[in-house]
């Protein structure tokens, strides 16, 4: 005689079925508040190692500390990695660092450049995240915009637009406090990254 499923064991068979779905699916939906924080810690930590090959120190450039690798981040999510390598106060596209995922493109978000074969356009987290960005007290202070982080040669975090500075080590730009950028707006709550005074560790919670 050929055995077969009864009705009530195929219904329990789809309602099982159903349960798991219903359990698994959420686990496969995408938290964008902590896919761009993740993101912009990498290129945290990529601008600290570029900081610490490419030792900007050269007796015979007055100036050479303007040239220190430097992140800038803005509030409506774009952000770059450059150094002013010609010394003249900004950055401009031949001084943006180069992708390593893709030579062709830099690491900019659309701040120095708006050249579509050029941008990187993850680096535009409010795009492509749906990420809102607010900066803590730590990281300059109410209003600040952009955040501007260099790392000096020892990977120490700077603050601040060092643009203007008259020596290496003018007094309160080093980081003193955390600095904590919250990424929220993409998924359930928010993700901030936190970068830590003196030796630049940076991680997400």
């Keep these: 005689m050929k055995k077969a499923f ?13 349960i798991l779905a219903a359990t698994v699916t959420p686990a496969f939906q995408r938290d964008t508040d902590a896919e761009a924080a993740q993101q912009f810690m990498n290129h945290v930590r990529y601008t600290q190692h570029l900081a610490m090959v490419d030792d900007k120190f050269d007796p015979n450039r007055a100036n050479w500390f303007l040239s220190r690798w430097q992140i800038r981040l803005n509030t409506n999510g774009k952000y770059v990695i450059g150094s002013d390598d010609n010394l003249d106060g900004d950055l401009v596209e031949s001084e ?17 450049t708006t ?11 409010n795009s492509a995240y749906n990420a809102n960005i607010a900066f803590s007290a730590g990281c300059g202070g109410v209003g600040v915009n952009p955040l501007i982080i260099a790392f000096d040669h020892l990977g120490r975090p700077l603050l601040g637009d060092i643009s ?11 980081l003193r406090n955390d600095c904590n950028i919250t990424f929220s707006g993409g ?8 970068i830590t005074p003196e030796t630049g560790y940076t991680f997400m919670h």
């Design 96 to 112: 943006l660092a180069t992708n390593p995922l893709d030579a062709s493109r830099r690491l900019d978000g659309g701040i120095i």
């Design 187 to 194: 998924g359930e709550g928010h993700v901030v990254v936190t």
């Design 164 to 174: 203007g500075d008259a020596t290496s080590y003018p007094v309160n730009r080093l």
């Design 6 to 18: 009864t009705m009530l064991e195929l219904v329990i068979v789809i309602v099982i079925i159903g």
């Design 115 to 125: 050249d579509s074969s050029i941008v990187t356009s993850e680096l535009d987290l």
